[in-house]
C-alpha cells in the first residue's frame, strides 16, 4: 500500500501523535474499522474527516456522539469509477452493516470540485473546507499512521479554520448545517 506524505511530526506534535494514536487504539469501533479498510488493500486507504476530527471533538469535551459517518479515501488514478467505490462500499457493508460508510476515490474528486488533479489523498485533503477536518488515519501491521496536510495542533486545540483554498460559503454551509459550535461549545472560529 503506498502512503506518501505520512504525518512526520514536528517535536511539538508528538504530543498530539502520541493521543490520538491512543484514542484510535482505545477505540473498538473505530479501530474495527481501520482495520476493516486494511483488508481491502486500498492504495493509500485510510479513514478520514470527522472520524477522527469527532473523536478528538468529543475527548477534549468529554462528551461522546456517535459516529455518523465513516469517511474511506482512497487514491487510485487505474480506477476512478464510481462502481469501484461502491464495490468497496458494499464489502465493508457486509463486514460492518452497523457502520455508516462512504469510500471516494480522491483520484477523481477533483472534478466534483473544480479544482487540478491531486496528487494524492493528502493532496486531497488539502482543499477541504476547513483544515481541522482533514486528518486521517490507516492501519499497518497494527501500527496506527495519521495523515495530515495542515498538521494536529490546531485540532488539538480546537480551533475550526476555513481552508483559504476553498470558498468560505462552502465552511459556512458546513458550520450551519453541522453545528458544531453548538454540539462543541469551546471550539473557537478563526476568521482570516
Known amino acids: 500500500m503506498s502512503t506518501p506524505n ?55 469535551h468529554q462528551c461522546h456522539y456517535p459516529l455518523n459517518d465513516v469517511d474511506v479515501i482512497y487514491y487510485d488514478a487505474s480506477d476512478v469509477s464510481i462502481a469501484a467505490e461502491q464495490a468497496y462500499c458494499a464489502q465493508l457493508h457486509q463486514w460492518q452493516p452497523a457502520l455508516p460508510w462512504s469510500v471516494k476515490n480522491q483520484a477523481r474528486m477533483h472534478l466534483r470540485n473544480g479544482d487540478e488533479p491531486y496528487q494524492s489523498c493528502v493532496d486531497a485533503m488539502s482543499f477541504w473546507p476547513e483544515r481541522e477536518t482533514a486528518v486521517a488515519a490507516s492501519i499497518n501491521e497494527q501500527q496506527i499512521e495519521l495523515f495530515t496536510p495542515w498538521g494536529l495542533s490546531s485540532l488539538f486545540q480546537l480551533l475550526l479554520t476555513p481552508n483559504s483554498r476553498r470558498d468560505r460559503r462552502i465552511f459556512q454551509q458546513r458550520l450551519a448545517s453541522k453545528n458544531w459550535l453548538q454540539r462543541y461549545p469551546k471550539l473557537q472560529l478563526v476568521t482570516p
Not at 25 to 51: C, H, K, T, W, Y
Open 6 to 60: 505520512r504525518l512526520s511530526p514536528a517535536p511539538c506534535e508528538q504530543p498530539y501523535v502520541e493521543q490520538l494514536t491512543h484514542w484510535l487504539n482505545s477505540d473498538e469501533i473505530r479501530l474495527a474499522a481501520l482495520q476493516m479498510v486494511a483488508q481491502l488493500n486500498l492504495p493509500q486507504g485510510m479513514v478520514a474527516a470527522g472520524f477522527i476530527r469527532n473523536l478528538v471533538w468529543d475527548k477534549l
